[in-house]
């Protein structure tokens, strides 16, 4: 099939695929009523942009995408593939010059991993520093869609 199809359209195809599963994962990581069958979409969605990305990506869409990964498979309680993702993807963004949403992002993804690991300090810590990030976001779209991701972090115990 590759020998008929021009390497152009294949990149295209998968840059697609790439965005179209990358926001069917978000849309349904935002979602506080997910059926059974709806974790699995989103976790084979999230799976699928990865792959995606990985043909056609930079770095940072790489990155992004281990931040929807940590995302999903925390949220699914799978602490031990979930923090991995999580660290790969904020070590990246905190390693780069990134953008105050993103760096956002990066905390509340590693505190929902953390959480899902089990390491509470860890998970604390990130979901403090989260929150005074990303409450401090000017652009109001900015913010409002760092808060759907938020608020499906767990609170930290008191």
Avoid at 61 to 71: F, K, S
């Amino acid at each position: 099939m590759h020998d008929t199809v021009a390497p152009e359209e294949i990149a295209r195809w998968n840059r697609w695929f790439a965005v179209e599963c990358n926001n069917r994962a978000w849309r349904l990581a935002e979602k506080a009523d997910r059926t059974e069958a709806e974790d699995a979409e989103m976790l084979h969605a999230a799976h699928a942009a990865a792959l995606h990305w990985s043909e056609v990506g930079t770095e940072l869409h790489n990155a992004r995408a281990l931040m929807l990964l940590g995302h999903v498979h925390a949220l699914l309680g799978l602490g031990r593939t979930a923090l991995p993702y999580a660290r790969r993807s904020f070590d990246f963004v905190m390693a780069n010059e990134s953008a105050a949403w993103e760096m956002a992002f990066a905390h509340a993804v590693l505190a929902n991993a953390a959480h899902a690991a089990g390491d509470y300090g860890l998970h604390s810590r990130h979901y403090q520093i989260a929150g005074a990030l990303g409450s401090a976001l000017a652009d109001d779209e900015e913010r409002s869609i760092f808060e759907a991701t938020y608020r499906t972090v767990p609170r930290p115990f008191a």
